[in-house]
């Protein structure tokens, strides 16, 4: 009996988000008296395998060469699938990114058993695994139990605390025989989205329907690079072509947690605050003093963000000099 997880590792490189599900999992195995397994799926790894033992990975399963693409989906389902079967999985976890999003319900389904979406919390009661979820965008939460095993969760990122806890850290060869895939993935094209991922950043500044323009989010860009943050916007302002679909937070966009969020001409549409209300720290700026952003804000300013934001980035840019 295992928690098993899936080590998302694309790029040369695991994501931030991984290590806070392998910790998260830690305390889960714990809890529970099991180990904790995790499984990585690639052609190379150079042997980033021993990075996962120092946040709490007892066992690495490392299905690694030529034949196993960086990332697709029907492979990497079929492989996880072998690899849960092998560590005898109670509890199977996914960080929340794209790729969790995607591989987490084709195995729930592969195998059979439900799964907990975006979950903010795991609880371990009586040698039984519940799931805690935000629902309603955000406004409540719900207890999940599941009814078959194994339990099927992906995490939302930044909510859950990479902390070093050395594993045993064994890592194991594995090899695993799958169909040929009915879609072949033969090149990946990145748009440029900053240089941190939004669902990773600490500081993110985002600008809404009142930037009136492409040109307009200049100034979300000033102050977003003063604070050491990253950019980020509404859906009115994607929809409007201002700035590209991979830079929206929202229901319909990327989930993230910020310490910092700063919301530059947001009104606050439920389905905008879906997506940062988890926010530890919430700064709006809009003209509207009845706007319903203010309701969640810890801080408001009403104003003229083509006044406020410049200034504010003046004077952040004083403070760090």
């Known amino acids: ?5 899936y080590g998302e590792y694309r790029g040369g490189k695991f994501r931030n988000a991984i290590f806070e599900a392998v910790s ?17 799926i690639g052609p190379k790894f150079d042997g980033a ?3 996962l ?35 005898g999985a109670k509890v199977i ?29 795991v609880l371990v009661e009586s040698g039984k ?21 194994p339990a099927v969760l992906s995490l939302r990122p930044k909510l859950f605390l990479a902390v070093e806890k050395a594993g045993a850290g064994k890592i194991e060869a594995f090899d695993a025989d799958f169909a040929e895939p009915k879609a072949k993935i033969t090149a990946i094209e990145a748009k440029e989205a900053g240089t941190i991922d939004l669902t990773e950043a600490d500081i993110v500044v985002s600008g809404g329907r009142a930037v009136k323009g492409a040109e307009g989010f200049s100034i979300i860009r000033d102050l977003a690079n003063a604070l050491g943050g990253v950019v980020g916007a509404s859906r009115a302002a994607v929809d409007a072509g201002w700035i590209d679909h991979s830079f929206q937070v929202g229901q319909t966009g990327k989930t993230v ?14 389905q905008h605050l879906a997506g940062m209300r988890s926010s530890k720290v919430i700064v709006a700026i809009n003209k509207d003093p009845e706007a319903p952003i203010f309701k969640i804000a810890d801080y408001g300013i009403v104003g003229d963000i083509f006044k406020v934001v410049p200034r504010l980035t003046e004077e952040v840019k004083k403070y760090r000099e």
């Open 93 to 121: 976890l996914f960080s929340a990114t794209t790729t969790g999003k995607e591989l987490a319900p084709r195995l729930a389904a592969k195998l059979g058993v439900g799964m907990a979406a975006d979950c903010s919390e």
């Open 257 to 270: 947690n910020p310490q910092l969020y700063v919301a530059c001409g947001i009104s606050g549409a439920i």
């Open 129 to 149: 695994v519940f799931a805690v979820r935000p629902v309603f965008a955000g406004k409540a939460f719900v207890k999940i139990e599941f009814k078959k095993e």
């Open 1 to 5: 009996m295992s928690v098993f997880i």
């Open 24 to 40: 998260a999992g830690r305390k889960i195995a714990d809890a529970l008296g099991t180990e904790l397994v995790v499984g990585l």
């Open 49 to 51: 395998q021993n990075q």
């Open 53 to 87: 033992a120092k946040f709490g990975a007892d066992l690495i399963l490392s299905a690694e060469g030529a034949k196993y693409p960086e990332y697709n989906q029907e492979i990497h389902a079929e492989v996880l699938k072998a690899m849960a079967a092998k560590a």
